[in-house]
């Protein structure tokens, strides 16, 4: 399940809640999860930041899936399993 997929759910999700208290808690775990700290990034990371979305603008990039299929090809045609 993709972030966006998971996201979506979870939204139809709690619409569908009622309990105030259940929602109160939700809310709780929210909220500190968005409190995070900032991260200071050195020159050097955002730069490879900016790098990479410019990357992935110009479809530079691979899905996790088809790699993962790909490293496991690769393995089982270069590894003799025990």
Known sequence: MTT???KKMLIHRITEI????FL???KTILD?????EIIALTPE???EIVASRKD???GLYIEQEILD???????SANFVRA
Not at 32 to 36: D, N
Request: charged letters at 30%; aromatic letters at 4%; glycine letters at 0%.
């Open 4 to 6: 966006v997929e998971l």
């Open 45 to 47: 990371q955002r730069n």
């Open 69 to 75: 299929n790909e490293v496991s090809k690769w393995l």
């Open 18 to 21: 009622n309990d105030v208290s």
């Open 56 to 58: 992935v603008e110009q």
């Open 24 to 26: 109160k808690a939700i």
């Open 32 to 36: 500190s999860k968005t409190e995070a």
